[in-house]
């Protein structure tokens, strides 16, 4: 089986904005499409999603272009093979640009075996606890509207992503708290790597005292001595953003060295499902969960999703909310069910069907390679 064709877009899907914190506009979406085709009919497809602020983004799309020349004529279960081959090629890359492909291979290689990822990955369960990732919202009242609803929806986990300013955020975990006191329910609390190291301190000891799950992202993900001298002061697990995090060898350097209560990634930031399974691997030999994104976009959470179930170590699905705004352009998606539980999609791959009709119509840059 060869390689023929490599199809790529770029898509702004005509759906609601929104921010994480108080210092981002509210944000533009773009998914990239990446399709591979080959000789024997099977098909590869991915997506991968990027949050830009003032435009839509066509830069994974471009640096795909350069890329995609380099997978017509190969065997597409050459994974590890391609990986290595494109990685060097154009620099800086975004390493989305090198998920989109990765994920579609193996996305084309659970096609040929005809086994959802989960099991081609070794598939340890086949359903995960959910929890409902928020956007930033206007004030305390709106976090309590919206959790209730949440909880009423089946949720058993909430992330808030707040205003990112310490008090502020110390005030929603007090009223959170206040409402929910019990532990039918856990909470996190993401500052988008925002506070310094005295903010951080005095937010995860508080978040410890009133049971909070974890605290993620309180520093940039580069500051891993800040990180050290946090996760040794508190018992709370301190979790990094993972979007920094693009390489094994940095990953790697941050577990061994006990920067984080919990290590954290996602197939688009470590460059797919071939390097991201090994980061994942890693963790587990260091004896520590690894709490995998799965914000955005269906198809990449999709990958996610598959990624998590096939290891043991991962606590919680991410579903982003509201949902439909990272659905356009899906015939399937992936959504909470009313247990609580997000459950692997039972297609070949990655489970998922696009509808193309909707995608054409919303696409602002397509080309291809054959």
Avoid at 15 to 27: A, E, G, I
Avoid at 53 to 58: H, V
Avoid at 62 to 78: F, Q
Avoid at 158 to 170: E, G, M, R, V, Y
């Amino acid at each position: 089986m060869k390689i023929t064709k490599v199809e790529v877009r770029a898509v702004a899907p005509p759906v609601d904005r929104f921010t994480w914190s108080d210092d981002l506009p509210d944000q533009y979406s773009t998914n990239t499409l990446v399709r591979i085709y080959t000789d024997a009919g099977v098909e590869g497809i991915a997506g991968v999603w990027n949050a830009t602020s003032y435009d839509f983004e066509r830069y994974t799309a471009e640096s795909i272009r350069h890329l995609a020349p380099i997978l017509v004529g190969k065997d597409p279960l050459l994974r590890e093979n391609i990986w290595h081959e494109i990685r060097p090629r154009v620099f800086p890359l975004p390493p989305q640009s090198l998920a989109a492909i990765d994920i579609a291979l193996w996305d084309l290689a659970g096609k040929t075996a005809n086994l959802p990822l989960y099991k081609l990955l070794g598939g340890a369960r086949h359903k995960i606890a959910a929890y409902a990732s928020t956007p930033l919202f206007d004030d305390v009242d709106a976090y309590l509207q919206n959790a209730e609803e949440f909880i009423a929806q089946g949720f058993k986990a909430i992330k808030f992503h707040t205003w990112c300013i310490p008090q502020n955020d110390l005030e929603l975990a007090r009223a959170v708290r206040a409402k929910y006191p019990g532990d039918e329910v856990a909470f996190m609390l993401d500052a988008e790597n925002n506070y310094d190291r005295d903010g951080a301190l005095r937010v995860a000891q508080e978040l410890e005292a009133m049971g909070f799950a974890w605290f993620e992202a309180p520093l940039h993900d580069a500051d891993l001595d800040g990180y050290r001298e946090l996760t040794a002061r508190v018992s709370i697990p301190i979790l990094p953003s993972g979007n920094w995090f693009q390489d094994l060898a940095s990953f790697s350097h941050a577990i061994h060295t006990q920067a984080w209560g919990r290590a954290r990634t996602d197939a688009a930031m470590m460059g797919g499902i071939t390097q991201a399974a090994k980061a994942i691997a890693l963790t587990q030999a260091a004896g520590m969960k690894c709490e995998i994104m799965s914000w955005g976009y269906s198809l990449v959470s999709a990958a996610n999703l598959h990624l998590m179930l096939a290891h043991d170590n991962c606590s919680y699905y991410e579903q982003s909310v509201p949902c439909p705004p990272y659905e356009y352009g899906m015939k399937d998606v992936i959504r909470a069910q009313p247990d609580g539980y997000a459950y692997a999609p039972q297609g070949p791959g990655l489970g998922l069907e696009v509808d193309w009709e909707a995608m054409e119509e919303a696409t602002i840059l397509q080309f291809a390679v054959e």
